[in-house]
């Protein structure tokens, strides 16, 4: 990872993507260790789905995908101005994650929490929308780079896509799960259409959760097919390696689209979801 940074040794340190991927790196540590500690926390029990647990998670997952960010803007060497954006940002939104975390459990502060959270959520998908338009642009600044890990860059970008549409999901899950939808009577009308609120709520929950995952880790594929340097292999090698992570671009789209239309079931999903616990 460090020669992704080392031109970048000697820049301002709130822009600098070494020590602001390190400071989001030690965030992420550190709320591993202390997580067992936490009310309704707990590393070894599966599935579990509980509000407590689900705010945990969040708070680990969400900068670790602001640490993706970080890397892939390096890797790729996007834009400066989408660099500059993720890179200034760095240390207020790992600030809103902690306090999320810390007014998260005193009731009292319940507004606080939901606010803080709001903040970095929206705040992420924003991020999400510069990066990705900032990934449409890159072979157009880099052809030769882009000619040789095609594969790769086509599988980050339907994971971008698809991480992008996984948390628009979950933003509406939370809107709906604090106000509703009727003050958005257009809306409610499908929301009543696909099943009613608790229906439609547990669909959309489930869906969120589940699309991150192959979105996450189809993005994780590509970076690291591109940082141990596939783009170097001789030309029939890498043609191979661009092929066989077209698969992976099938089984991101394919995951994404079934956990889409799920959304609109009236039923029920199987899995992540308890009534009595979100209700």
């Known amino acids: 990872m460090h020669g992704v940074f080392n031109g970048y040794a000697g820049k301002n340190f709130i822009l600098s993507p070494r020590y602001n991927s390190m400071s989001v790196f030690i965030y992420i540590t550190l709320f591993l260790l202390i997580g067992p500690l936490l009310p309704g926390v707990s590393w070894f029990k599966l599935g ?9 998670i969040h708070t680990i997952m969400i900068p670790f995908v602001f640490l993706l960010f970080i890397y892939s803007s390096e890797l790729l060497n996007l834009l400066p101005f989408e660099r500059k954006i993720v890179n200034i940002g760095t ?6 994650s902690a306090l999320g975390i810390a007014f998260y459990y005193p009731a009292r502060f319940a507004n606080i929490d939901y606010a803080l959270q709001a903040i970095r959520d929206v705040w992420m998908i924003i991020l999400a929308v510069i990066f990705l338009v900032s990934l449409i642009l890159m072979p157009f600044h880099d052809r030769e780079k882009f000619r040789k890990i095609w594969g ?9 896509v698809s ?35 608790n229906t439609f709520l547990g669909n959309i929950f489930t869906s969120h959760s589940h699309q991150m995952l192959p979105a996450v880790m189809g993005v994780i594929v590509a970076l690291a097919a591109i940082y141990i340097g596939y783009e170097k292999l001789s030309a ?18 394919s995951m994404s689209y079934l956990y889409f239309i799920t959304v609109s079931e009236k039923t029920h999903p199987i899995y ?7 209700i």
Do not use: C, Q
């Open 91 to 96: 240390y207020p939104f790992l600030l809103i």
């Open 236 to 253: 029939m090698k890498r043609g191979i390696v661009n092929v066989s992570l077209l698969i992976s671009v099938f089984g991101v789209i």
């Open 163 to 197: 991480g992008i549409i996984a948390s628009l999901m979950g933003v509406i899950y939370e809107y709906g799960f604090l106000f509703g939808f009727a003050s958005v009577p257009w809306f409610n009308n499908y929301v009543i259409a696909w099943g009613g609120l």
């Open 152 to 160: 790769a860059y086509a599988l980050l970008l339907v994971g971008t």
């Open 48 to 56: 579990d789905f509980t509000p407590d647990m689900v705010n945990y």
């Open 272 to 278: 992540g979801w308890d009534e009595s616990e979100h």
